[in-house]
């Protein structure tokens, strides 16, 4: 995590009835890896709720701003909290017991994480430890489709002898704080940037898979067709009907290779340097170009 020190971050949490986790990892986070949490949101159920208004946020005895008060964060600086607690047929989940209660709190997930991902947004660090197993399986699927590079994974985990109830983070009348509580990176492979045109965020988890699924493997079929439209800059592969649209540059060598193979056959093996040594190859290239943009191509 050293690469966010004295850089502002975002937590995202799951959290089921054990809220210590989050406690635990803004403490490691703050205090190790001397990065300012600028905000915390977090997804639960009613049942989790209560334990968190109870342990956390309680007005006298709440651990969270206790926590802060140890970490010596000033009060104008402390993290906006900020919950969800997905809905099934306008009523809040109490618990995730069905296939459906767990399509909505999916679902829910993306829609927080979109949020949170845009491009003017501080790195994101979602925590893995909170809640069903099932909550972290959809956190590390979530961060496959919209994570960005800056944004991480982390697992909490705390020695043995401290792993019970009562336990929020190391205060000052503990020995050895900093080796109490150590946090894993999760890595994960970002597909976010990988997958154009951009997936519809907006569809039922279950479905936004699927179609990140499709579209992947549609990435990886041979090329049976390529169809141009010049005018437009845009190009459709095989039977998908959405098209690929690049700048001209690209979009000009694409072209010689189609028209190349289309007039010599198989031409995978021409290179640039292939066609920068070759005036017919060149002089093609540069009326390829100026069809496409009316310019002359400048080197």
């Known amino acids: 995590m050293s690469a966010y020190q004295k850089q502002s971050i975002t937590i995202l949490a799951t959290i089921g009835t054990t809220p210590a986790v989050l406690t635990e990892a803004v403490y490691t986070l703050v205090k190790i890896d001397k990065v300012r949490v600028q905000a915390i949101h977090y997804i639960t159920t009613t049942e989790g709720q209560e334990k968190i208004n109870i342990q956390l946020l309680n007005p006298k005895t709440g ?26 047929n306008g009523i809040p989940l109490a618990d995730i017991r069905n296939r459906r209660e767990d399509e909505v709190f999916a679902s829910t997930l993306i829609s927080v994480l979109k949020k949170l991902t845009t491009e003017d947004q501080p790195p994101v660090i979602g925590l893995l430890s909170g809640g ?35 336990f929020y983070y190391p205060t000052n009348d503990y020995k050895n704080q900093d080796s109490i509580i150590d946090i894993v990176e999760s890595p994960y492979v970002q597909l976010r940037n990988l997958i154009k045109p951009p997936l519809n965020y907006d569809l039922p988890f279950n479905k936004l898979v699927k179609s990140a699924a499709e579209r992947l493997a549609g990435s990886q ?65 540069e009326e390829i170009y100026k069809f496409i943009t009316n310019k002359k191509y400048h080197y």
Do not use: C, W
């Open 63 to 88: 651990k969270l701003k206790l926590l802060f008060e140890d970490l010596d964060i000033p009060f104008n600086e402390y993290p906006t909290v900020e919950k969800y607690i997905p809905e099934l």
């Open 132 to 166: 069903r197993k099932t909550m972290s399986a959809h956190m590390h699927s979530a961060f496959q489709l919209l994570g960005r590079h800056q944004d991480k994974m982390i697992h909490v985990l705390v020695s043995p002898e401290y792993e019970k109830p009562g």
């Open 221 to 285: 079929s041979r090329i049976q067709s390529l169809t141009f439209i010049v005018k437009k800059k845009r190009v459709y592969i095989n039977d998908n009907p959405n098209p690929i649209e690049i700048t001209a540059r690209p979009y000009s060598i694409l072209l010689f290779f189609a028209f190349m193979n289309k007039k010599y056959g198989d031409i995978q093996n021409l290179s640039i340097v292939d066609i920068q040594q070759n005036d017919e190859y060149v002089h093609i290239f």
